[in-house]
């Protein structure tokens, strides 16, 4: 018990502190990370084998680490390094288009094809997020959807932070669509054995109905601000061509090629067997050889803040596991669900939201996906149905708040780098609201066609 109590205090300590915003993020992770492993770890468990296993180092160096065949599942155990390190992989191709002009170029772009209107920007942006998240990382979607708003941003002379938020929900709702979309996907689909297929015909359906209500929600949401903007902006002025924006011409269809690679590689890496960390570290040292003058510059550019941030996060949520926290949550589904598939439902969804919103949902649907199996062996239930729910569950509910999902952090972090922070009031003013909207609209939708 002592234990437990341990590995929740530092947790809630250290949320506590991020949503304070006193600290910088990395530095509050890490710090209770440290804690986990002496406190919980060593003084109270006295497990150098928790220890071991959070921390995760030796998966590295596994061949299914870099490559699976077969069915074999994404490593989630303790600090998920995979993530990490295409989180890591994707910022230094990030940079590398950055550096060749392609994100200024896109910018020009679009804001050339809508007239240079905020209003249609917003909507065109938000559309753009979601149906890029279903078939690339959206972590990557909001890297680089981000930037573009900032640049954006700083040319129209608008706040970026509205376009940011929604862009982020956008994504991770249209990550939910698809196997390859969100982190917790990946993990259902490959420990499963779904395809891309099967989800975008079941979630991929919730997702396009819950689009078209959550860009109007936004829309009205932040209409006053959107209006504003739409109303200062200058017909008159001359805008620079989308052209002027690259700055070599080689370098940018080098890095247009390899941005189309990994998406290639990302959408069909189910069937190639490359894991996520194989890609990003492909992609990064393709980038680094083919922009070897710059790479010290693309290097410095790349946000290790995130990275450290992601690190500290996984060696708290390890003490969840190894204390059994997780496990106890996931119980308390089975043993109150019965065998009524309605409730079974609402109960996966709506709890694994609520937990994804405060605690990483890469390991929580790790940790779920043993539980539904269970159900649909005990009950009878449909373990598609299950799985459709937690994936909806814990995709929408890390949408909540800044930490609930890797798409957040990234998205938060780039526009905090760029001289807007968001704090936590901000994002969850009107990211809660619509993360309840979805959640409902996916509640009723798994009702109405499986119950």
Do not use: N
């Given at each position: 018990?002592?234990?437990?109590?341990?590995?929740?205090?530092?947790?809630?300590?250290?949320?506590?502190?991020?949503?304070?915003?006193?600290?910088?993020r990395h530095l509050v992770t890490l710090g209770c990370g440290a804690a986990t492993l002496i406190v919980v770890f060593g003084f109270?468990?006295?497990s150098m084998d928790a220890v071991v296993e959070t921390l995760n180092v030796h998966n590295i160096f596994t061949l299914g680490f870099w490559y699976e065949?077969?069915?074999?599942?994404?490593?989630?155990?303790?600090i998920n390094w995979a993530t990490i390190i295409f989180i890591v992989g994707m910022m230094v191709m990030v940079e590398g288009m950055a550096k060749a002009g392609f994100f200024r170029w896109l910018c020009?772009?679009?804001a050339k094809l809508v007239h240079y209107r905020t209003i249609p920007i917003f909507v065109t942006f938000m559309i753009m997020s979601s149906v890029l998240a279903m078939f690339i990382d959206s972590i990557t979607v909001i890297l680089f959807l981000a930037a573009v708003t900032v640049e954006l941003a700083r040319l129209l002379k608008f706040n970026p932070v509205p376009m940011v938020l929604a862009e982020v929900f956008c994504a991770n709702l249209g990550g939910s669509a698809t196997m390859c979309g969100d982190p917790p996907n990946i993990i259902i689909g490959t420990s499963l054995g779904y395809s891309f297929a099967d989800f975008i015909t079941n979630t991929g359906v919730i997702a396009g109905i819950s689009l078209v209500i959550v860009v109007v929600f936004f829309y009205f949401c932040y209409r006053k601000q959107l209006i504003?903007?739409?109303?200062?902006?200058?017909?008159?002025?001359?805008?620079?061509?989308?052209?002027?924006?690259?700055?070599n011409k080689k370098d940018f269809a080098v890095s247009t090629v390899i941005f189309l690679v990994a998406v290639v590689m990302l959408v069909t890496h189910a069937q190639t067997g490359l894991t996520?960390?194989?890609i990003g570290l492909f992609i990064a040292i393709v980038t680094l050889l083919f922009s070897w003058k710059d790479a010290g510059k693309i290097l410095k550019g790349v946000d290790y803040k995130t990275a450290l941030f992601f690190v500290g996060l996984f060696v708290v949520v390890g003490g969840l596991e190894q204390t059994g926290i997780l496990v106890t949550i996931a119980s308390f589904i089975?043993?109150?669900?019965g065998g009524n598939l309605k409730l079974m439902v609402a109960i996966i969804i709506w709890v694994s939201a609520v937990a994804s919103a405060f605690i990483d949902n890469i390991p929580f649907a790790a940790t779920m996906i043993p539980v539904i199996k269970s159900l649909a062996q005990t009950t009878g239930a449909d373990l598609s149905v299950l799985?459709?729910?937690?994936?909806?569950?814990?995709?929408?509910?890390?949408?909540a708040t800044p930490i609930g999902a890797s798409a957040n952090v990234v998205g938060t972090s780039v526009a905090a780098r760029e001289g807007y922070p968001i704090g936590w009031g901000t994002y969850c003013k009107a990211n809660v609201p619509a993360t309840i909207l979805v959640l409902l609209i996916s509640t009723i939708f798994i009702w109405l066609r499986y119950c």
């Open positions: 018990m002592v234990t437990k109590m341990c590995a929740v205090i530092i947790f809630l300590v250290m949320f506590a502190l991020i949503i304070t915003d006193k600290f910088e109270c468990m006295h065949a077969g069915s074999a599942s994404e490593s989630t155990g303790g020009m772009a679009i504003q903007s739409e109303g200062s902006a200058d017909e008159k002025r001359e805008y620079p061509s989308p052209a002027s924006a690259i700055t996520v960390a194989f089975e043993k109150i669900s799985a459709w729910a937690l994936s909806m569950g814990t995709d929408i509910g890390g949408s």
